[in-house]
């Protein structure tokens, strides 16, 4: 994104607080639903931010994301170079890619 594409990104992002005293709030969420983020502005300063509910959960699955990550480096760094392969573990416990194939795992 460049300057001015961002510049205008801002811009059309901002929702002055006015709005919603007007009755606006219908239109200004349908805003979000489309556009994903208003900047809610009062006094010409930012005061909030609304997102969308799909924008808040693709950002909160990135900080779940970021969490598993650096617990993983975590662990990594605590392995003291005591490593298995996928392949070793997968010999280990007397399994193949084949018999995890149907597998669902949920994840939380």
Same mark, same amino acid.
């Given at each position: 994104?460049?300057?001015?594409? +961002?510049?205008?990104?801002? =811009? /059309?992002?901002?929702?002055? !607080?006015?709005?919603? &005293?007007?009755?606006?709030?219908?239109? !200004?969420? /349908? %805003?979000?639903?489309?556009?994903? #983020?208003?900047? #809610?502005?009062?006094? &010409? +300063?930012?005061? $909030? #931010? !609304?997102?969308?509910? %799909?924008?808040?959960?693709? *950002?909160?699955? %990135? !900080? @779940?994301?970021?969490? *598993? =990550? =650096?617990?993983?480096?975590?662990?990594?760094?605590?392995?003291? $170079?005591?490593?298995?392969?996928?392949?070793?573990?997968?010999? @280990?416990?007397? =399994?193949?890619?084949?018999? *995890?194939? /149907? #597998?669902?795992? @949920?994840? %939380?």
């Amino acid at each position: 994104m460049n300057t001015m594409s +961002a510049a205008n990104y801002m =811009l /059309d992002a901002m929702v002055p !607080i006015s709005r919603f &005293n007007k009755g606006e709030a219908s239109k !200004i969420f /349908d %805003e979000v639903n489309k556009t994903g #983020v208003k900047v #809610v502005v009062k006094n &010409n +300063a930012p005061t $909030g #931010v !609304i997102i969308s509910t %799909e924008r808040y959960k693709e *950002l909160m699955e %990135e !900080i @779940e994301n970021y969490h *598993l =990550l =650096l617990e993983a480096q975590k662990r990594d760094k605590n392995s003291n $170079g005591n490593l298995t392969s996928h392949e070793d573990f997968m010999k @280990e416990l007397g =399994l193949t890619n084949n018999d *995890l194939k /149907d #597998v669902e795992v @949920e994840l %939380e």
